[in-house]
């Protein structure tokens, strides 16, 4: 896998060198200047000044990040906490592992920024278990910090501005890739996504009033704060500004990250990563990571935002595309992405934990050969009664594929059933 973005821009330009994982090279390159810069503004102008860049949170959900800043309260008798979200453990995506390995200063001073922005006092960075070299990464970093005295009290000569970062591993759960779970899982319980109210701003992790974001998300601010809302503004479209981390995998002749502006049309990214492989044609694609439902070849012009792939009933989620070519059995490729949710799901919710066992079930039994017209209509209803019904969007992130995939593929559910046997013969083994 290429790890190195393909395509320069400005998150790029600090992970073009391995040596700006350090706190010198990272300094060399302009780092902690925008900190020092935002800490000459008021801590409600820093959060309207990202409000206003319509930064939006790379972690999946695209939330405003300035807007979700503005939900923590002004004033609170308990200390106020952020949290970092990297779990990343959406398949189809690897952009966050790039950045805490490659750039974990540009991570840890967008927090800074956060954490004077919104009064937060104590950061936890909670990290999938797997990524041993990010995590590794992030540990030497604070402790750069700490031993620089950019971490403790009085930071950057500012009274009473007071921060700590707490880098905490995972133990290798998607669920916790959820705002709520990953909160329990920090407090040291099961990951289960909470019920909601109340909402982290107000009861976030142990009981504190708390802040969430993504790994790129924070590593954007700094840019923002140094070089403006108008220059973010420049890259990407109206209501999704700036660049993101697009990576590609699957059937194309050179995987790996590629940074682009949001909006760039999804036919041009996959160009970048060298086409599909040994010519052939292209079947289908996730846009997001695997929760993300599939488009057909006839999409490919769409534009990589969110509001642009919404019109095509899909969404941006992590940036994560996933290419198929025309080798590909549609009915596999539902098995495979069935299981990992049936596997994943915490068990909490009934629709959750029955619908995506049901939906397995089914799939590998239509790729097994045994399949009916009733299993059609199964994929059909089961899919449709998981939407909307549980504590958290897991049970959604499960149907959704099952159903772009039923929407333009159902020709290939349908040969199975009808010969009793894969009609792909090229296709991946299961």
């Known amino acids: 896998m290429i790890t190195t973005p393909q395509i320069t821009g400005y998150l790029s330009e600090h992970y073009a060198a391995d040596a700006n994982h350090t706190l010198a090279g990272y300094e060399r390159a302009g780092g902690f200047k925008a900190v020092k810069k935002a800490l000459k503004m008021k801590p409600a102008d820093v959060a309207d000044l990202v409000k206003e ?3 939006r949170g790379r972690g999946g959900a695209g939330f405003v990040a300035g807007l979700k800043w503005t939900f923590m309260p002004e004033k609170s008798d308990r200390m106020k906490v952020l949290v970092c979200n990297a779990d990343e453990s959406e ?8 950045i805490m390995e490659r750039g974990p200063f540009a991570i840890l001073e967008g927090i800074l920024i956060a954490a004077w922005a919104t009064g937060a006092e104590k950061t936890f960075i909670y990290v999938r ?3 041993a070299l990010p995590i590794e990464r992030l540990r030497a970093a604070v402790d750069e910090m700490r ?18 970062i707490v880098v905490h591993s995972g133990a290798g759960a998607y669920i916790c890739g959820e705002e709520t779970g990953l909160l329990e899982s920090l407090e040291g319980k ?4 909470r019920k909601k109210p109340p909402f982290p701003a107000q009861y976030g992790a142990f009981g504190l009033p708390t802040t969430v974001n993504n790994v790129e998300t924070f590593a954007h601010v700094p840019y923002i704060v140094d070089r403006g809302v108008e220059w973010f503004r420049g890259f990407g479209t109206e209501r999704s500004p700036g660049t993101t981390l697009f990576g590609v995998s699957g059937h194309v ?32 694609v996730i846009p997001g990571g695997v929760s993300m439902p599939v488009l057909p070849p006839s999409d490919l012009d769409v534009g990589m935002a969110d509001e642009l792939l919404t ?21 596999r490729a539902a098995c495979v992405i069935s299981y990992f949710f049936r596997d994943e799901s915490c068990g909490q919710c009934t629709q959750c934990r029955e619908g995506t066992g049901w939906i397995n079930k089914i799939c590998r039994r239509i790729e097994a050969g045994r399949g009916s017209d009733d299993d059609l209509a199964l994929l059909d209803s089961v ?11 897991f049970a959604d992130a499960a149907a959704w594929p099952i159903q772009g995939l039923m929407r333009h593929f159902r020709a290939d559910f349908e040969a199975h059933v009808r010969e009793q046997k894969c009609p792909f013969p090229e296709s991946f083994e299961l």
């Open 91 to 98: 398949p189809g995506s690897f952009k966050d592992r790039l």
């Open 129 to 131: 278990g797997e990524y």
């Open 190 to 193: 099961k990951g289960q996504p």
């Open 53 to 55: 860049s319509g930064l």
């Open 311 to 331: 019109e095509r009933g899909t969404h941006l989620g992590t940036g994560g595309i996933m290419v198929m070519d025309e080798t590909t059995c549609m009915v």
């Open 147 to 164: 031993a620089q005295g950019y971490l403790g009290t009085k930071l950057f000569g500012k009274k009473g501005f007071d921060h700590e």
């Open 253 to 284: 002749e050179r995987p790996g990250l590629f940074e682009l502006p949001l909006g760039t049309p999804l036919r041009e990214l996959i160009e970048h990563a060298g086409g599909c492989r040994g010519g052939r044609a292209i079947k289908a």
């Open 383 to 393: 899919p449709a009664m998981m939407e909307g019904g549980t504590i958290c969007a």
